[in-house]
């Protein structure tokens, strides 16, 4: 291969090096280690198509990136399409070992998944306006041969996400909208119930300040001598006394126009049982 992409590249260095130190490699599919070796053919025609196919994204200004488990992605402004190219995988039965015999006791053959020379491109991602999201070696065709089409469903897709990106935002911002003018009416009307219950508190006290005067009132007639002595205090004092203390308890004897000021101060927080 020659001038391979940077990726491309990345990769067939380091299967060479991982040769040449005997090192292991992660299996494509499982993502196990495996001893490293030359590429197969069918890891090779592999290579071909993606190196191909990343040099007409960035072609068309789309750039490609490895998102950590060799895999790739294509992105365009804020969308991203991640992608693979991998061989096809199929179930088959595997003779038992004699040492794997003495653990699956009466069975003769393991299942086991092996990969074909079948090549599968998969979007590993929904993609809009039902855009396909995957190829792959048949009667139509190779993946070779169905690049072109590729190409143009990932560039094609591209704007369609932008597109829905853009109208799930707004319907986003619209439901922020909306929920924070239901929080502002909420605690509007939150505010408004706790200023009523500070005027209800205001109103309670001055009818207890009335019912405390219409009974001093009668008290003072039910006394015949205000002069007797409770615990030391003639009776008219004590009379003079409840009655300061009713006006004091009146909130219009004081100031009518601090309550309003109290009402005033009053915030959503000034009740902490609601």
């Not at 990726?7 to 005997?22: M, P, T």
């Not at 072609?59 to 693979?84: K, P, Y």
Request: proline share 6%; with cysteine.
């Amino acid at each position: 291969m020659s001038d391979p992409h940077p990726i491309i590249a990345g990769w067939l260095a380091d299967r060479k090096e991982a040769i040449a130190k005997g090192r292991s490699v992660a299996d494509i599919w499982a993502n196990r280690p495996v001893p490293a070796a030359p590429f197969t053919p069918t890891e090779r025609r592999r290579l071909r198509v993606l190196d191909a196919l990343l040099k007409a994204l960035e072609a068309a200004q789309v750039v490609v990136t490895e998102n950590g488990r060799r895999g790739l992605v294509a992105r365009c402004g804020r969308d991203e399409i991640e992608f693979q190219v991998k061989p096809k995988l199929k179930e088959v039965r595997q003779p038992l070992t004699p040492e794997e015999r003495r653990w699956y006791a009466g069975k003769e053959y393991r299942r086991e998944l092996v990969e074909t020379d079948t090549l599968v491109f998969e979007v590993k991602r929904w993609l809009p306006g039902d855009l396909p999201h995957k190829w792959q070696d048949g009667r139509k065709g190779t993946i070779e041969t169905m690049a072109g089409d590729i190409l143009v469903t990932l560039l094609a897709a591209f704007p369609l996400m932008a597109m829905a990106r853009e109208r799930a935002e707004e319907r986003e911002r619209l439901r922020q909208i909306e929920e924070r003018r239901r929080y502002e009416l909420q605690q509007q009307r939150k505010l408004e119930e706790n200023r009523f219950r500070r005027l209800l508190e205001h109103a309670g006290k001055w009818r207890e300040a009335e019912l405390a005067r219409d009974f001093l009132g009668a008290l003072r007639a039910a006394i015949p001598d205000s002069t007797s002595l409770i615990d030391g205090k003639p009776a008219g004092e004590w009379l003079e006394w409840a009655e300061a203390r009713a006006s004091l308890h009146d909130p219009l004897q004081s100031d009518p126009l601090g309550i309003f000021e109290t009402i005033a101060k009053v915030t959503n927080w000034t009740y902490r049982d609601t």
